[in-house]
């Protein structure tokens, strides 16, 4: 992945939860992905917002 932070266990964990493009990543709820990953809610946020840019 091109998401700085997301290698292939993070990948393999939101393609789990139905996440697997950047639009979707950056749709989806911070909070709720946090919790099913077990990372921090600001941790998604990053992600979602790398994702932004790359959608």
């Not at 989806?28 to 932004?52: C, F, G, H, K, Y």
Request: cysteine-free; hydrophobic content about 45%; charged content about 20%.
């Amino acid at each position: 992945t091109k998401v700085k932070g997301i290698g292939p266990v993070y990948a393999g964990k939101l393609a789990d939860h139905g996440i697997t493009t950047f639009v979707g990543l950056a749709a989806a709820d911070a909070t709720t992905i946090a919790e099913a990953l077990d990372v921090s809610p600001e941790q998604v946020a990053d992600w979602s917002n790398q994702a932004r840019g790359l959608s």
